[in-house]
């Protein structure tokens, strides 16, 4: 009975602590990732290595774990198995793949443990919710569990198909051209003049109340901004 309670316990304190990250990132509009990391093959290693030198490489991911969070992100131990959990509050898609790699990469060499090296064999699942006005803290974590008991796939990351396609639009808007950068660039590279005819066809196309607001901003720019000639 005490060990029942105690478990309800740990479980309730979870659940307190990933709601908590859920509402701050959803009071500051923010994206909140999970990973779910998982020593697979325990029993296998178990056999190979005994359970005590097992348990010694669970503790030693934790403890990678921990050393690289930031003071925001909470490390939880799931439930059942052999799975812990990383919230990561306003951790976008690809920052909470970048998490996953880094800490894959820290285990892509054998860990020496007595006389044996071991190979630690981890899966990580990547869940981002970017929307978080109906989500709850057990949607957050099933979503993220489960990507982990998905059959027939050997890959060491996992990623949600939320993760999936938040990843892909990030791509996209990245390859769109950028307008602002495009004209800077423009206006270093060429003349003033060369540069203002660049602008003229824009100019000519907007309306004359439009064109209006531009030309009192330009006026309070000459006000506020040193001329370059005064700097030399």
Not at 100 to 115: I, V, Y
Not at 116 to 138: C, K, M, W, Y
Not at 161 to 172: G, I, V, Y
Request: charged residues 20%; hydrophobic residues 40%; glycine residues 2%.
């Amino acid at each position: 009975m005490t060990v029942a309670t105690r478990t309800k316990s740990q479980e309730s304190h979870s659940q307190l602590a990933i709601r908590q990250a859920l509402s701050l990132c959803r009071r500051h509009e923010q994206p909140i990732s999970l990973l779910a990391i998982e020593l697979s093959e325990v029993a296998a290693l178990s056999v190979e290595i005994g359970q005590d030198r097992t348990q010694a490489v669970a503790m030693h991911v934790g403890r990678i774990l921990n050393s690289h969070k930031r003071c925001e992100d909470i490390l939880l131990r799931y439930a059942s198995g052999n799975i812990m959990l990383a919230i990561l509050p306003a951790t976008s898609a690809s920052g909470a793949r970048a998490v996953a790699e880094r800490l894959l990469s820290h285990f892509k060499q054998p860990l020496q443990m007595d006389e044996f090296q071991i190979e630690v064999p981890l899966r990580v699942g990547v869940h981002t919710s970017q929307d978080n006005r109906q989500i709850t803290a057990n949607r957050l974590v099933n979503d993220t569990v489960k990507l982990l008991r998905q059959p027939a796939s050997h890959d060491a990351i996992l990623l949600s198909p939320q993760t999936q396609t938040l990843l892909a639009n990030s791509t996209q808007a990245s390859t769109e051209p950028d307008i602002v950068n495009e004209l800077l660039q423009q206006q270093q590279d060429n003349s003033a003049s060369a540069f203002i005819d660049t602008l003229m066809p824009a100019l000519t196309a907007m309306a004359e109340e439009d064109r209006m607001v531009l030309v009192d901003r330009l006026l309070d720019l000459s006000t506020r901004t040193p001329s370059r000639l005064a700097c030399q």
